[in-house]
């Protein structure tokens, strides 16, 4: 089945303690993007990646890091999350960059940093 | 910098009626593309319909149509006969094609489907 992994689902931490959130696709996607989604605020976009070790800084990307190793893996590191970076997080896919190609979207992660 | 704007942040809608959600947007940009999203409750995001931009006529699917006036940099969604199924949060999302390949997207509006 072709998809979007995230994990974890939720995610519960202290300020201070790194974390990674995973991401992967199985449709060999050469585009992948990370967003954040706040209330009143929408989706907004951290990174993004047109390609294996090709990443670009979207508009919200202070206190994240992003690596892009492998085609099918892009992961979300936090080195020391602060409680603004509560929110939930989404990591999305498309066969191209700058394209109408759809985005396909992981589930969502929930992270609360207290 | 591109900007995405949805001015309804709700709406509601009597069931099998008409609906129109409003998006405009800001770019210099002459080739861009636009997409719908939905969000129901699961939060799973699910794309509507899409439209590029140097395409006049409007994208259609099934019951979903939009309105897109390029000079008046709007793309609204118009959906149709409205079921409880509809009910979520609709995104509009700009997307770049000239320069980086950042993805713009509105705050939303969050749709309720009376019955």
């Known amino acids: 089945e072709a998809q979007v992994t995230q994990n974890p689902r939720y995610l519960i931490t202290v300020t201070g303690k790194k974390l990674t959130v995973t991401c992967s696709q199985n449709?060999?996607?050469?585009?992948m993007s990370w967003y954040r989604q706040d209330p009143g605020l929408g989706l907004r976009q951290i990174y993004y990646?047109?390609?294996?070790?090709?990443?670009d800084k979207g508009d919200v990307p202070e206190g994240y890091k992003v690596s892009r190793k492998e085609k099918r893996n892009f992961p979300l590191i936090l080195e020391s999350p602060s409680p603004n970076q509560t929110s939930l997080y989404f990591c999305?896919?498309?066969?191209?960059?700058?394209?109408?190609?759809?985005?396909?979207f992981g589930p969502g992660t929930r992270l609360t940093v207290l | 910098a591109q900007t995405v704007t949805q001015s309804q942040p709700e709406m509601s809608v009597q069931e099998a009626e008409t609906v129109t959600l409003s998006c405009t947007y800001d770019?210099?940009?002459?080739?861009?593309?636009l997409f719908w999203y939905k969000q129901p409750p699961s939060r799973q995001m699910i794309l509507v319909i899409r439209?590029?931009?140097?395409?006049?006529q409007n994208a259609t699917e099934n019951r979903f149509s939009v309105n897109f006036q390029k000079a008046a940099k709007s793309f609204s969604l118009k959906i149709s006969d409205s079921q409880l199924g509809d009910a979520a949060m609709y995104f509009c999302?700009?997307?770049?094609?000239?320069?980086?390949?950042?993805?713009?997207f509105g705050k939303g509006t969050r749709l309720h489907i009376l019955p």
């Open positions: 999305a896919s498309s066969l191209l960059a700058g394209a109408l190609n759809e985005q396909f």
């Open positions: 449709m060999n996607h050469e585009y």
């Open positions: 990646s047109m390609n294996v070790e090709v990443t």
């Open positions: 770019t210099s940009e002459s080739d861009y593309y």
């Open positions: 439209q590029e931009a140097y395409k006049q």
């Open positions: 999302a700009y997307r770049s094609v000239e320069g980086d390949d950042k993805i713009i």
